[in-house]
């Protein structure tokens, strides 16, 4: 016996020997019985790929958008990345056209050229840039209390949701308004 000790094998005797016979038994079959062999085959990459293929066609679609109804926070999402991404473009893109030609989109030649602008013109860019900045800021807000673990409940991100677009249609207003 103190060999099993050394070995560990101890208990796995004692519960070997102690075990009723109808469990023994079930358990030599299910092993002897059970395992089965499994057949590898070695594939070129391009049959490989006809396999995955075909898997990938039976696979289940996750559900889409235009199942379900809308809801805020969804919405709130993709407005979210939408936003980031149009002040993203938009940033990248006046950059590169400074670097390109700076003559021409210095800070005194894009004054000039917004100051010619009719006044109607003027409030239209201003609430088009002013509305995803707002959204995007305020709601940028919304997840960083949701990261200190704030407002993370249904009603919660609702409530969040709401005050996020009243507090844009604002913002986008004063900012709009502002001489």
Do not use: C
């Not at 809308?70 to 473009?89: D, F, H």
């Not at 673990?149 to 009603?155: C, I, L, N, R, Y």
Request: aromatic fraction near 8%; avoid cysteine; charge should be positive.
């Amino acid at each position: 016996m103190m060999s099993t000790r050394a070995l560990g094998l101890g208990s796995a005797i004692r519960r070997a020997t102690f075990m009723p016979n109808a469990v023994r038994n079930q358990v030599v079959l299910r092993n002897v019985i059970g395992k089965r062999s499994v057949q590898t085959q070695s594939l070129t990459p391009s049959a490989q790929e006809v396999i995955l293929n075909k898997q990938r066609l039976l696979r289940p679609s996750s559900p889409h958008f235009t199942i379900y109804q809308p809801q805020l926070t969804w919405v709130g999402s993709i407005a979210n990345r939408a936003t980031g991404g149009a002040l993203s473009v938009l940033l990248y893109g006046f950059s590169i056209a400074y670097l390109i030609a700076p003559g021409t989109f210095d800070s005194a030649h894009v004054i000039e050229v917004i100051a010619g602008l009719p006044e109607g013109v003027k409030y239209a860019g201003k609430a088009i840039l002013a509305a995803p900045f707002a959204f995007h800021s305020l709601n940028g807000l919304r997840h960083l209390s949701w990261d200190l673990v704030k407002f993370t409940s249904v009603k919660g991100a609702y409530v969040t949701g709401y005050i996020v677009l009243g507090a844009t249609a604002v913002s986008t207003v004063a900012l709009t308004l502002i001489k």
